[in-house]
């Protein structure tokens, strides 16, 4: 596994736990938003951050594009 691909999955797991979401329903949001680009675009600063920044991020990422 990448180090990219099992970032994406640390954070859609983080992501998931703290928003009490099933995996399909994370999966579907992260797609409707691009958010796994957004992670694999941002991986070298997004990897660096702790998990309560990981997902405020993801969560503003998503904000910005509705």
Do not use: P, W
Request: net charge negative.
């Amino acid at each position: 596994m990448t180090d990219t691909l099992e970032f994406k999955v640390f954070c859609f797991e983080a992501y998931r736990n703290e928003k009490k979401m099933t995996g399909s329903d994370v999966m579907e949001l992260f797609k409707k938003y691009g958010v796994l680009d957004y992670i694999d675009k941002c991986f070298d600063v997004l990897h660096t951050q702790g998990r309560a920044y990981l997902i405020y991020d993801i969560d503003m990422y998503i904000e910005a594009r509705k």
